[in-house]
């Protein structure tokens, strides 16, 4: 793992979220991207270095939803970049992380993506994300 690649937060409604993140970070969203897999719609931020995802569901049934009427809004994840997402993978479960996701999938802003299942990771959810070029 280099570094913490992005902070996703669940968010019930992306546009008023949207006006909210630009009034407190001072820049506007660079990126806004639907996952139709995953039935979210993310909007990204630049801070410096950092940058911060915003997610909302566009289906009922989509994680994003079911974590939003569990837990309310707030981090959803935590992702890291990763040079080798299969190799980290491996390396993960071999460690003992449950992964969920052996096979990477395609996330938004062009990574690919897995994710370790926030029981073995005191709570957080964890998604491994590597640029695809
Ligand atoms: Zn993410």
Known sequence: M????????????????NNLFEKLLGVSAYKEEEVES?????????????KIELLEATKPDSPIAKFLEKKGEGIHHIAFDV?????????LK????????????????NK????????????V?????????
């Open 38 to 50: 995953e039935g979210v719609k993310t909007l990204f931020f630049m801070n410096g270095p950092n």
């Open 125 to 133: 959810l964890i998604e491994l994300c590597q640029e695809i070029k």
């Open 2 to 17: 280099r570094k913490i690649e992005h902070i996703g937060i669940a968010v019930k409604n992306l546009k008023e979220s």
């Open 83 to 91: 040079e080798d997402i299969l190799a980290e993978i491996d390396r």
């Open 94 to 109: 071999n460690e003992g992380f449950i992964v969920l996701n052996e096979t990477p999938k395609k996330g938004a802003d």
């Open 112 to 123: 690919l993506v897995a994710f370790l299942h926030p029981k073995g990771t005191n709570g």
